[in-house]
């Protein structure tokens, strides 16, 4: 069974970067669709963005498509979020994501990493 472990998180003025790692063992990572997703306080858990096993498609929430980019690196069992030009509404956890098929709900996830928190002040 894989195991996820999330870092990179931290505090970023508006407009600043970060970039997530998603540290992966226990598994094959190029079996799974990876992604990531995010929970601000009081609101669900929502898709931020997924990559193909190969990294040939890779699918993002509007609300970061053009901002945010997902990439994976099979050999070295990582997954990253490179986050641009930050905005206070992206503040939440940022959790990385283990699935067998695609599919932008929490609910169809099989494996989660802890957690990053990602605060974007203004």
């Known amino acids: 069974q894989v195991q996820l472990v999330d870092s990179g998180g931290g505090l970023v003025q508006a407009g600043g970067s970060l970039r997530l790692s998603c540290t992966t063992s226990?598994?094959?990572?190029?079996?799974?669709?990876m992604g990531w997703f995010r929970q601000a306080p009081g609101k669900e858990r929502d898709f931020v963005a997924a990559i193909w096993r190969s990294a040939e498609t890779a699918p993002y929430a509007d609300s970061v498509k053009g901002r945010f980019t997902i990439s994976r690196d099979n050999a070295r069992n990582m997954v990253y979020l490179q986050m641009n030009n930050l905005k206070p509404e992206d503040t939440a956890v940022y959790y990385c994501?283990?699935?067998?098929?695609?599919?932008?709900?929490?609910?169809?996830?099989?494996?989660w990493g802890q957690g990053s928190q990602v605060t974007v002040s203004s």
């Open positions: 226990g598994g094959t990572l190029a079996t799974y669709v």
């Open positions: 994501a283990a699935s067998h098929h695609y599919n932008r709900s929490p609910t169809a996830v099989l494996h």
